[in-house]
């Protein structure tokens, strides 16, 4: 009886304590929701009238006036706190706590502490990876995706779940195919990074009451310059020394960035970890100070890659304290160091003399500038342009659709035999899914992720067409393949879709690839289904990365080849349309894929770009490699044709050089191509195109105008001027119109990093068609 009395007491005991535990963490929880729904802000003058006196939160002053206002405030240990990420508060002017580091790669992402997902916000819209919605070759596309996801920046930084400041777009070149980051970039060609940098960064920047100056949000351009190793064979980002040719350099890897300031007015650049020529990218002067800051004119502030400092002082050893490390990066131009390393020792790089206080000062103003412009200082947001924007503006049913449109433009059909795509959901009875990314939600959202609104998995998005039958037959290593059972559901479908390829295991940030071929046993597992299938037979690579997968190019039993990137949420939706026609592909290869005899033969750490016959070095990217492909840039097919008809091109250019001008007398191979010349004025033409779609079905087609300049100055083989996207239905025509400015579109960058006209003959490229234009004095 006393057993029992004990029992119910210790029963009784342990419910009110688990209550009591409940409603404690209930609690919690809910005073940690009621913190987080409001912004953080300076000058809340509603809060503190005293605030007014002071000038930096008078919004009827310039920028410069407030941030000059502000700085003279400030002593030099505030002054120290706010060249960090996790910048400092000063309580006695009103400016709380403010975290810098916030990432929206292809939607609002947890990576960086700056976002924050709770149950007032718990989700945000992942759109696919920037590899495969460049390969959509739609800038209106690039810059409406910026819009929402500043849009859902706005409104999670409005109930207190993010900052205003993010580090994205990767505009990095995809220059080696083992890059375990390049399904973060536009691909391998400067043009398209360009144009895809610009147009994103506008449409995170860019604000609705067209005040050029004023903030959405504030993008950042990274990693500066020639990053492109992360962890290969054990060379590591953290200490590589990219050796790299000026040509190489302003040909090739810099202009993505010069674009982002130039043309999208970017509010940062984030230098990299490596080094380029010997010199750390965040401690070098000409690269930070001399260009960006000075020849391309930054309106914003230079950033660190996340504790660059520390490498540059614990991997490299470049310095040899860590406070010449701080004093070296701010003097060459840095103003914000991702990181706690110009928080320790700054401050005693001062005390040395080795940095002024005055250098300091640019820093931070450049930081409260970015601040100032995105309306920080400005009072409370809820009074302000996108105050009324919160958890109802994220995950709309409309930014979920554009998720949606944006894997569609970007999936590319790389092979299609008569016959095979698309299927017909009422043919199909049974449908045989395949492979181990076929039902693997989390595969489908790559690097630098959110928490998705939702996912559709490719399983899911055939499954609402047409009857499946599933069988995974691996992991994603697919160290052994189960092929019995996958070749027995194979042969009793109708069809068979086979969804293979790599996630982040394979292909990621610090994790370069050395074998660039489907992993594992996965070729042997298509191999094996596509030969006792008596249908159709659609390989599906879900990848970041080219794949070698010529075994099926070659073999007539695998009819179709899709390529689907990391297409995010709603990959498998995106996937499904275009397997059953309901979408016609459109989207372009945005990378060269090489065979695995490239890998074999290419180090990964040669950084140049040009073939040398010399070594044997077949070069890289389509621009200038020379060697056997799987698939070449821009590759990509249609369930409809194009046709192209060249309307208006010119066969001369003739360059109007002033008087006395050597190359009058001289015969030269090229002449200089900078806006100071008096003959770059207004020197251009335009190339009229029409373009039909012969085929049975409404699509969108990709215009390209490559060029193939003049053999000088190493140039390259074929080069993209520009490209247009056209929607057509069947058997319509459409109007293409290219505008070229001679000295941007008809140059090359010299030996030594100047850009020249070069005079001769060049070759437009355009669909089938080719077009000779003499450049001539």
């Given at each position: 009886m006393k057993k029992n009395k004990a029992m119910a007491f210790t029963y009784q005991h342990s419910v009110l304590l688990c209550f009591f535990f409940i409603l404690t963490h209930f609690c919690l929880e809910f005073k940690q929701v009621l913190a987080q729904t409001s912004a953080v802000f300076a000058c809340d003058t509603a809060s503190n009238p005293g605030l007014k006196a002071f000038a930096f939160c008078d919004v009827s002053l310039d920028v410069s006036a407030r941030v000059n206002d502000l700085v003279k405030r400030l002593t030099l240990e505030e002054k120290i706190t706010m060249l960090v990420n996790t910048a400092g508060s000063?309580?006695?002017?009103?400016?709380?706590?403010?975290?810098?580091?916030?990432?929206?790669?292809?939607g609002i992402s947890y990576t960086g502490p700056g976002v924050k997902f709770n149950n007032v916000v718990p989700h945000a819209t992942s759109f696919p990876q920037p590899i495969l919605t460049s390969a959509s070759f739609n800038e209106t596309l690039f810059e409406n995706i910026g819009k929402v996801v500043s849009t859902e920046a706005r409104a999670m930084y409005n109930v207190g779940q993010a900052g205003l400041t993010y580090w994205s777009p990767n505009v990095n070149i995809y220059r080696d195919p083992r890059w375990g980051r390049g399904q973060e970039t536009a691909g391998e060609d400067p043009t398209l990074s360009s144009k895809y940098g610009v147009a994103y960064v506008k449409g995170l920047q860019q604000r609705d009451d067209g005040k050029k100056d004023m903030l959405k949000v504030a993008s950042c351009c990274k990693h500066y310059t020639a990053y492109d190793v992360d962890d290969w064979k054990g060379i590591q980002r953290y200490n590589f020394n990219a050796k790299v040719t000026q040509q190489d350099l302003d040909d090739t890897?810099?202009?993505?960035?010069?674009?982002?300031?130039?043309?999208?007015?970017?509010?940062?650049?984030?230098?990299?970890?490596?080094?380029?020529?010997?010199?750390?990218?965040?401690?070098?002067?000409?690269?930070?100070?001399?260009?960006?800051?000075?020849?391309?004119?930054?309106?914003?502030?230079?950033?660190?890659?996340?504790?660059?400092?520390?490498?540059?002082?614990?991997?490299?050893?470049?310095t040899k304290t860590p406070e010449e490390t701080a004093a070296l990066s701010l003097n060459a131009g840095l103003d914000l160091n991702c990181g706690s390393w110009l928080?320790?020792?700054?401050?005693?790089?001062?005390?040395?003399?080795?940095?002024?206080?005055?250098?300091?000062?640019?820093?931070?103003?450049?930081?409260?500038a970015t601040l100032m412009r995105l309306g920080f200082f400005d009072g409370n947001p809820k009074n302000q342009i996108y105050g009324k924007l919160g958890p109802n503006d994220v995950c709309t049913p409309e930014h979920q659709e554009l998720a949606r449109e944006a894997a569609r433009q970007g999936i590319v059909l790389l092979k299609n035999s008569a016959g095979s795509l698309p299927l017909s959901p009422k043919a199909i009875k049974s449908l045989a899914v395949i492979g181990p990314n076929a039902d693997l939600a989390y595969t489908m959202i790559g690097s630098y992720e959110g928490s998705p609104c939702k996912y559709t998995t490719p399983l899911q998005g055939l499954g609402a067409s047409v009857s499946t039958v599933y069988e995974k037959g691996c992991d994603i290593a697919c160290a052994t393949a189960q092929v019995?059972?996958?070749?027995?559901?194979?042969?009793?479908?109708?069809?068979?879709?086979?969804?293979?390829?790599?996630?982040?295991?394979?292909?990621?940030?610090?994790?370069?690839?050395?074998?660039?071929?489907?992993?594992?046993?996965?070729s042997i597992l298509v191999t094996e289904v596509a030969s006792v299938s008596k249908g159709p037979v659609i390989l599906v690579i879900m990848s970041g990365g080219g794949m070698d997968v010529k075994f099926a190019v070659d073999n007539p039993k695998v009819t179709s080849i899709l390529w689907v990137g990391f297409p995010g949420e709603a990959g498998g939706a995106a996937l499904a349309d275009i397997i059953f026609g309901y979408y016609n592909p459109s989207g372009r290869l945005p990378m060269t894929w090489y065979p695995q005899s490239y890998a074999d033969k290419v180090d990964m750490t040669n950084m140049n770009m040009r073939a040398d016959p010399k070594t044997g070095f077949p070069g890289r990217s389509y621009r200038f490699y020379k060697g056997p492909t799987v698939f070449n840039f821009g590759d990509g097919l249609s369930y409809s044709q194009y046709k192209h008809h060249l309307v208006q091109a010119p066969k001369?250019?003739?360059?109007?050089?002033?008087?006395?001008?050597?190359?009058?007398?001289?015969?030269?191979k090229s002449i200089d191509a900078v806006n100071e010349q008096s003959y770059c004025s207004n020197l251009g033409f335009d190339v009229h195109l029409r373009v039909k779609n012969v085929g049975e079905m409404s699509g969108s087609h990709?215009?390209?105008?490559?060029?193939?300049?003049?053999?000088?100055?190493?140039?390259p083989q074929k080069h993209l001027l520009d490209f247009q996207k056209i929607h057509l239905t069947p058997q319509s025509e459409g109007f293409v119109k290219f505008n070229l400015d001679v000295c941007k579109h008809l140059s090359v960058v010299d030996e030594v990093g100047n850009r020249k006209i070069s005079l001769g003959l060049h070759v437009l490229h355009i669909g089938d068609l080719k077009h000779s234009l003499t450049v001539r004095i």
């Open positions: 000063v309580s006695r002017l009103g400016i709380p706590k403010y975290e810098w580091w916030s990432e929206a790669l292809h890897f810099n202009p993505p960035f010069k674009s982002c300031v130039v043309d999208g007015n970017v509010a940062s650049v984030m230098c990299s970890y490596n080094q380029v020529n010997g010199k750390p990218t965040c401690g070098d002067y000409d690269l930070l100070a001399r260009v960006i800051r000075g020849q391309w004119k930054l309106n914003g502030y230079i950033v660190t890659d996340c504790d660059s400092l520390n490498e540059m002082y614990w991997a490299q050893h470049y928080g320790k020792y700054t401050q005693g790089a001062v005390n040395q003399g080795l940095v002024n206080e005055s250098v300091i000062d640019r820093a931070v103003s450049n930081n409260f019995d059972n996958a070749k027995k559901i194979a042969a009793a479908g109708d069809a068979v879709v086979l969804v293979m390829g790599s996630d982040q295991t394979i292909e990621r940030e610090s994790k370069d690839r050395v074998n660039i071929t489907l992993p594992g046993q996965q001369y250019v003739s360059i109007p050089l002033e008087e006395g001008h050597a190359c009058r007398s001289t015969r030269c990709t215009v390209f105008l490559f060029t193939s300049p003049s053999s000088v100055h190493n140039a």
